[in-house]
């Protein structure tokens, strides 16, 4: 099918709403004027290569664009028809929260150095080598640590949780707000808690978190971009639903990861965090995002497309919490449950072979239009996937399950039952692994990999404790998918990324590609 071109003229405070078939590309380029897309402008006579995405494309004063391709749906608004200014003024409010937290770094700073020169003072420091700075003794002290007490809740950014339910426009307001801030030169860390997304650079399955900073914007690519590496924990599920144990134990493994990370760097702290959430917003649903906010320290919350969700969030947290309610943008869609198993699908590929692999192979296949070759070029290179023969012995695969929930009032007055709400259990291997997506633990402790058997398992463990628990507690260093089993041969064939040995022999299953 021939390609078709079509110009739109956007006014201001407009934009064109695109949609694009997973099967189809859609070229767009920026002819005149500016314009932005989740926050990150275009570049003006660039092409950008779209498959399977509904794409908006803003413009505060107006601009023209181009259209190449194939859409499902193509429209634009009037002008003032979007929610964009709604997500604007969220962001100058975190903007300014952002100022006052770096302004009372700099009080903290000057107040930390004041002390340590009077403490130098005091202790009659050694005399200053001539031409070297008076404060120079004071500025090594508290480089070292002195004075952090001062520098406490006023010293941090701004903590936002974006709520809603499904298909509601929150990973649009996220990424949204995460571009406005790195386009000032901010750097947020972005959490991602819904695993049915992988919107952060790690697959679908996973809760992520990663800085975004203005080097790592892409207007086709997201936050999954090659500069971007996440830091991941592996739930493995669809849905936070499916295990709400799991779900909470990761998010809670998550969160203190990413509260040392700000802890020790002073610009990652005023900047803060954007934390999106997923669409389990009932029932226990509610109870988890309550469970969030807490984790996360969170101070502001946005509540999209749903009233009585804003109302029993404000009365859930406390004071000190701002929560707002946004509308819900009219661009949103509904996903079906076929494009949302596409989408997945996608996201695991582009973690193998690289942020627009699926546009890429779509490209190579069109030879209608000499144009598409020069754009298969300007497109992001592709990774290099390695596969991994690997005999049985050198892994040792597992798997979370839910442990026993013993009866309390048929145990002893004061007692409580001692089994692990999860338990970690060893899985063998077989060819029911085939199409498996497996997460590569981190080592929790040195030697953790080492030998061949579990004798320094077993000997640390108790009757009602798996012998494998540390693995809850550890971060993903990347993830495989299982190709093929060989029984006969005693061989697991595994694709990773990249080449080389796996960071660890302990993998983690997770989510199947045949079901998701």
């Known amino acids: 099918m021939a390609a078709t071109k079509q110009t739109w003229t956007l006014e201001g405070e407009s934009e064109l709403r ?3 078939d997973f099967d189809a590309v859609v070229v767009v ?14 570049a003006a006579g660039r092409e950008y290569a779209f498959a399977g995405a509904k794409v908006a494309f803003y413009s505060w004063h107006g601009c023209q664009l181009e259209t190449r391709g194939e859409c499902a749906s193509v429209y634009q608004t009037g002008p003032g028809e ?11 409010y975190l903007e300014t929260r952002r100022d006052e937290a770096s302004r009372a770094v700099s009080a903290a700073v000057a107040g930390g150095v004041l002390r340590c020169c009077e403490g130098a003072s005091r202790a ?3 005399p200053v080598a001539e031409g070297a700075s008076a404060l120079a003794p004071a500025l090594a002290a508290f480089a070292a640590g002195a004075g952090e007490d001062s520098c406490g809740r006023d010293c941090r950014g701004p903590r936002v949780m974006v709520v809603g339910p499904s298909d509601s426009g929150k990973s649009t307001l996220a990424a949204t707000l995460l571009g406005y801030a790195a386009r000032l030169g901010r750097e947020p860390t972005f959490v991602d808690l819904d695993p049915s997304l992988g919107d952060c650079g790690a697959p679908p399955g996973a809760v992520a978190a990663a800085r975004v900073t203005r080097e790592t914007l892409s207007v086709d690519e997201g936050f999954g971009s090659l500069d971007c590496a996440p830091l991941s924990y592996w739930f493995g599920y669809e849905a936070p639903r499916e295990h709400p144990d799991l779900y909470a134990r990761v998010v809670d493994e998550l969160a203190v990861a990413v509260a040392e990370k700000l802890d020790g760097d002073r610009s990652a702290n005023v900047a803060g965090l954007v934390v999106a959430t997923s669409s389990w917003v009932d029932g226990d649903g509610f109870a988890s995002l309550l469970r969030v906010a807490s ?3 969170v101070d502001a919350v946005l509540v999209l497309a749903h009233d009585r969700l804003f109302a029993d969030l404000r009365q859930a947290l406390p004071p000190s919490v701002a929560v707002a309610k946004l509308p819900r943008s009219g661009g949103v869609v509904q996903r079906d449950v076929v494009h949302r198993r596409r989408a997945r699908h996608r996201k695991i590929h582009e973690y193998f072979y690289g942020p627009q692999s699926h546009a890429r192979s779509l490209l190579a296949k069109r030879d209608d239009d000499a144009a598409l070759d020069k754009l298969l070029e300007a497109t992001a290179p592709p990774l290099a996937p390695a596969t991994h023969e690997l005999p ?7 798997k979370v399950l839910a442990g026993s929930k013993g009866d309390d009032s048929m145990l002893p007055v004061g007692q409580g039952s001692m089994l692990e709400p999860l338990q970690v259990v060893a899985v063998t291997v077989s060819p029911v692994l085939v199409h498996n997506v497996l997460a590569v633990c981190h080592p929790a402790k040195d030697g953790d990999d080492a030998g061949d058997d579990d004798e320094h398992d077993d000997a640390a463990a108790d009757a009602a404790t798996s012998p494998h628990q540390h693995l809850l507690g550890c971060a993903a260093a990347g993830f495989v998918v299982v190709t093929n089993v060989n029984v006969e041969a005693q061989t697991i064939t595994l694709l990773g990324p990249c ?6 022999r302990n993998l983690l299953l997770g989510l199947s590609l045949i079901h998701i």
């Open 124 to 126: 009659g420091a050694a």
């Open 295 to 297: 984790a996360f320290a």
């Open 82 to 92: 979007t929610t964009a200014a709604a997500a604007l003024n969220a962001h100058s």
């Open 18 to 20: 695109l949609e694009v």
């Open 392 to 398: 049985f012995r050198a892994v040792r695969v597992f």
């Open 499 to 504: 080449s080389g040995d796996l960071p660890s």
């Open 29 to 42: 380029v920026l002819k005149q004027g500016l314009c932005e897309v989740l926050g990150v402008e275009l």
